[in-house]
């Protein structure tokens, strides 16, 4: 049975450029990272197939250049991993993205049992959330996000029990096999590579799989098959900051000042 990792390559969001044309990510010359809450569900790959002898296989659609992603997710230890790289798939939102990564979780699915994808639960680039419910909807698997425990995974009955973190609570989840899993950062401590890994990740091949492979419809993937469209990215504006008072030596004089300066710009009624 194979376990299935999504994971993506972000900018630095220290140095995040939009170009101001087409308003998408300017990827020349910015420093990228695995995204950080996709490296928690990695490591629950490794660890469900460690305890259950699954095979792994780490999957990631991107430029070319995201192919260093993949390579840090062999040096964890995952069994395969596969770039989903085509000019056809540049530009897209989380409708064209989540289409092209379900088609490619299919095809594996026809080569091999799929039992779990394991997302991350969000990206911190656009930070939508819905990839990976995207994916589930598309491929019919069962849905469980939020998650910050494997509980139980029961083969015989093809049945798995999670927990999610949800506000203020915890909730306990079973569902059937073949499911989809978001996951938060308190599921796990990603493990550290080893030598030996880093050195077998370095000779390992990443296989490339582009829309020839797939065959999907041009209109429905990539920018074309975007439906969201950002009419602007700017930065909010804001007034200068002001000292008032001095909080340490006369607290009491400085919460009287703001009161009078608050009444004064009519944001408080008194």
């Known amino acids: 049975m194979l376990v299935v990792s999504c994971i993506k390559q972000v900018p630095d969001t220290t140095q995040v450029q939009i170009d101001p044309v087409t308003n998408t990510l300017v990827r020349d010359g910015i420093p990228f990272i695995v995204n950080p809450y996709d490296t928690h569900a990695l490591e629950e790959s490794l660890r469900l197939r460690d305890r259950y002898r699954f095979r792994t296989v780490a999957l990631s659609m991107g430029p070319p250049n995201a192919e260093a992603t993949l390579r840090r997710a062999l ?17 897209a939102d989380t409708l064209a993205t989540s289409t092209v990564l379900a088609a490619a979780i299919r095809r594996l699915h026809q080569q091999e049992e799929v039992g779990i994808v394991f997302c991350g639960k969000q990206t911190i680039d656009g930070d939508t959330a819905q990839v ?37 609570r ?27 890994q880093r050195l077998a990740a370095a000779a390992a091949t990443v296989q490339v799989w582009s829309n020839e492979v797939l065959g999907l419809d041009p209109s429905t993937i990539g920018l074309k098959g975007s439906p969201t469209w950002v009419s602007r990215i700017f930065s909010p504006e804001r007034e200068k900051g002001e000292m008032i008072g001095n909080g340490l030596a006369d607290p009491a004089g400085a919460a009287r000042m703001l009161l009078e300066r608050l009444v004064a710009k009519d944001l408080l009624t008194v």
């Open 75 to 91: 040096c964890q230890g995952v069994d395969e991993a596969i770039l989903l790289s085509d000019r056809a798939f540049g530009g």
């Open 132 to 168: 990976g419910p995207g994916i589930a909807v598309r491929l019919g698997f069962s849905q469980l996000t939020l998650v910050d425990r494997i509980e139980h995974v029961d083969l015989m009955r093809r049945r798995i029990r999670v927990r999610r973190k949800l506000e203020g």
């Open 170 to 196: 915890y909730e306990i989840v079973e569902a059937s096999l073949p499911a989809m899993i978001t996951v938060v950062r308190e599921l796990n401590r990603p493990r550290y590579p080893t030598v030996h």
